[in-house]
């Protein structure tokens, strides 16, 4: 083959589509119960007759969540308020630690202070 022929052959093909898609509300359903995804993978094994590792299973979960590009409950609930809603101000008052009574401090005089004296090593 040389070279023109290489760069003609590009984009050809059918798109790749995941046999795990028509799957997508089953795990995540799944998720939503809190199981693992060994279990969800046995799952799909047994109920679905999908085969597939649990390892492939989560990589193609993080990467549908990825592409659908919105927040996801498990990525965490970090979520900012919205704009419109200020927030308020406190119902109470934070209450304050008490300042400690002041302890009395005796001031060395600066004719007792000698620093370059060999004496006092």
């Not at 094994?45 to 999908?50: N, V």
């Amino acid at each position: 083959m040389d070279s023109e022929t290489r760069n003609e052959r590009h984009g050809g093909g059918r798109a790749y589509r995941s046999r795990l898609e028509s799957f997508v509300d089953f795990i995540h359903e799944q998720r939503r119960h809190r199981l693992t995804w060994q279990e969800i993978a046995a799952l799909l094994r047994t109920e679905k007759g999908c085969a597939i590792t649990f390892q492939g299973l989560h990589q193609f979960y993080r990467r549908y969540l990825k592409r659908q590009a919105r927040i996801h409950w498990e990525d965490g609930a970090v979520m900012s308020p919205p704009a419109a809603v200020k927030p308020s101000a406190p119902a109470h008052k934070p209450v304050l630690a008490a300042t400690p009574m002041p302890r009395s401090y005796r001031q060395p005089s600066p004719e007792n202070i000698k620093l370059n004296d060999p004496t006092k090593l």
